[in-house]
């Protein structure tokens, strides 16, 4: 899922990537306000909170807003100079090392707390997540071709609405089938990938409510398991090329 990139993509792949990630980003997006009553995947909400906060005279609270915001954006940042540089290098694991490298923060963020490493009105959690979440959206965005988004749901529910029109006039004109297929396709892609980011925050409060000590360490495995693979399938291409 996180080998092959844009056009050597297909609509399964995307979809599974999609679905696996949206899922774990909706968990995270829910025990983050839980825990710190913000929003750490749906910066939306924090720029909305930022202008209200600021205009209320509430200044520690718009600049913490602003903070996330930023945080999500430095992510972003360091996941395309590691896919840049990646690509430069011809290293196909580029995407699959962004993710575990979001799963080693989580875990070790999992361990800090656990220690409480940090005092209980601590904002450095809520930074990290954010920081991940914009780390793994721009990783998605970028091997996708900006066809898949998993942090937030705004975009794809407005390709969910473009599409559902799409598919309902084809009802009503003739089209190919290879055209009617694949827009069912977009349609299925955008609609299971919003229903795995709502899942995701359901099963993510269970989780996070009954076992909030394991709740980060439960996430971090599950996007190791999305990443080894890439890097498997990278370590033995490049055995391959070396043996020929």
């Known amino acids: 899922m996180l080998f092959q990139e844009q056009e050597k993509r297909n609509f399964v792949t995307n979809r599974r990537l999609g679905s696996s990630l949206a899922m774990i980003a909706g968990a995270i997006n829910v025990a983050g306000f839980m825990d710190f009553g913000y929003y750490c995947a749906n910066m939306t909400g924090n720029a909305s909170a930022m202008a209200l906060n600021l ?40 995407y699959a090392f962004s993710i575990l490298l979001e799963a080693v923060m989580l875990a070790l963020l999992g361990l800090a707390s656990a220690f409480m490493l940090f005092g209980p009105h601590s904002f450095i959690p809520a930074l990290t997540l954010c920081f991940l979440m914009g780390l793994q959206n721009a990783t998605v965005t970028r091997i996708s071709g900006s066809v898949v988004r998993t942090t937030h749901i705004t975009g794809m529910l407005t390709d969910l609405g473009m599409e559902i029109a799409d598919w309902l006039d084809a009802w009503r004109h003739k089209i190919g089938p290879e055209h ?22 359901v099963v993510g409060a269970f989780v996070y409510h009954v076992w909030p000590t394991y709740f980060l360490f439960v996430t971090a495995a599950l996007l190791a398991s999305c990443a080894l693979p890439g890097m498997v399938a990278n370590s033995l291409t490049s055995f391959a090329k070396r043996q020929t």
Do not use: P
């Open 55 to 94: 205009q209320d005279g509430k200044l520690l609270d718009g600049f913490r807003a602003m903070e996330l915001s930023g945080s999500f954006v430095l992510g972003a940042i360091v996941c395309t100079f590691l896919v840049n540089r990646g690509r430069r290098r011809h290293w196909h694991a580029a």
């Open 180 to 201: 009617r297929y694949i827009i069912t396709q977009r349609l299925r892609l955008h609609l299971q990938i919003i229903c795995c980011f709502i899942g995701g925050g």
